[in-house]
């Protein structure tokens, strides 16, 4: 099971991106879990996940979660403003599984 871990600075504009990605993840048959926090509680959560995805509007924190995603040994990137906009739940599951493979 993959397991997916989205952040923004509240928590609450991921959560219909989670609805989303979770609904093509179902069609495709693919086991994940897939949950949003806010930046605050991000840094804990990674160590649940298998990889880290934050917002657009939080791009800046970038780096500052880098340090602990290398210590868990994790992938993070920022979600594509145009996916984040549009909610496109299939971009930014693709995006995720990738970088959970190339991990």
Do not use: H
């Amino acid at each position: 099971m993959k397991k997916i871990l989205l952040a923004c600075s509240s928590g609450m504009s991921t959560s219909l991106l989670v609805t989303k990605m979770e609904e093509e993840a179902a069609k495709r048959g693919e086991e994940v879990e897939i949950w949003a926090v806010a930046q605050d509680k991000a840094e804990t959560d990674m160590e649940k996940a298998d990889v880290l995805l934050i917002g657009p509007q939080m791009r800046f924190m970038k780096k500052k979660f880098a340090v602990t995603a290398e210590k868990v040994g994790i992938p993070l990137d920022v979600i594509d403003p145009v996916a984040y906009g549009r909610v496109d739940g299939v971009a930014v599951l693709d995006k995720a599984i990738s970088l959970i493979e190339q991990n």
